[in-house]
């Protein structure tokens, strides 16, 4: 029998009705030291980290329900090589002006560098061995990366996507995803961003056009959905 989440807007999702472990999977994104650590990249920025730490607790509510029901789970990491090669000199502009520049020197190593510590999600949220973890220089978490060619040997169609920021690394993702003929789902309580307008926003914009990028939902919906999955098939 196939499982939607009905709730969803604005349209009940998946589209066709086909959530499964193997054709959904749960993308979690940037959840980050160097964005959720005091020291890290953010923090460097100047922005107060206290609304993405909150954002801890329900996304290890909804990872733990994706684990138990054997649906497959990603991770991304934003972050360039230790040589610099792949951060532009206009990322270095850019990152530079509130005094946070990539590639630079923190309390949890060089912003935004991998293999530093500030680089490596919190341990909260840490990936088991059997969870890709794609590592991407930008934003979105299919542009260099193999993030696209993992997906479809799996068989994936559905996302569901959470994460931060909402307007950034979470946006950019969703909306290559639609490109990419994906059917996403962003849970509305699982992403944060620097402010409530943004955020508010971010998710607006993705519900245009009766859902040119996507939908929302909010997170206990998805559990259900989940769970609701489970005691049909098991």
Request: glycine share 8%.
């Amino acid at each position: 029998m196939t499982t939607q989440i009905p709730t969803s807007t604005p349209y009940a999702w998946p589209h066709d009705a086909s959530l499964s472990p193997t054709t959904t999977a749960l993308l979690i994104i940037d959840m980050q030291r160097d964005f959720l650590t005091t020291g890290g990249y953010l923090s460097a920025q100047g922005y107060p980290l206290t609304r993405f730490q909150a954002l801890i607790p329900p996304l290890v509510s909804l990872l733990s329900t994706f684990r138990r029901a054997s649906f497959p789970v990603f991770h991304t990491r934003e972050g360039h090589a230790a040589h610099g090669a792949t951060i532009s000199s206009r990322e270095r502009h850019r990152s530079r002006i509130n005094g946070g520049e990539i590639g630079s020197q923190g309390p949890l190593g060089k912003l935004l560098v991998r293999g530093e510590r500030g680089h490596d999600i919190v341990p909260e949220l840490q990936p088991l061995p059997r969870e890709p973890v794609v590592d991407k220089p930008g934003r979105s978490a299919f542009a260099n990366t193999e993030l696209d060619a993992m997906l479809r040997a799996r068989g994936i169609r559905n996302l569901v996507v959470c994460g931060v920021t909402a307007e950034a690394c979470v946006s950019s993702t969703v909306r290559e995803a639609s490109d990419r003929g994906y059917d996403v789902l962003v849970v509305e309580d699982g992403v944060e961003s620097v402010s409530d307008e943004l955020r508010v926003w971010s998710l607006e914009a993705l519900k245009v056009e009766g859902g040119l990028f996507g939908v929302t939902g909010n997170k206990r919906e998805v559990i259900e959905a989940i769970e609701s999955w489970v005691s049909i098939n098991q």
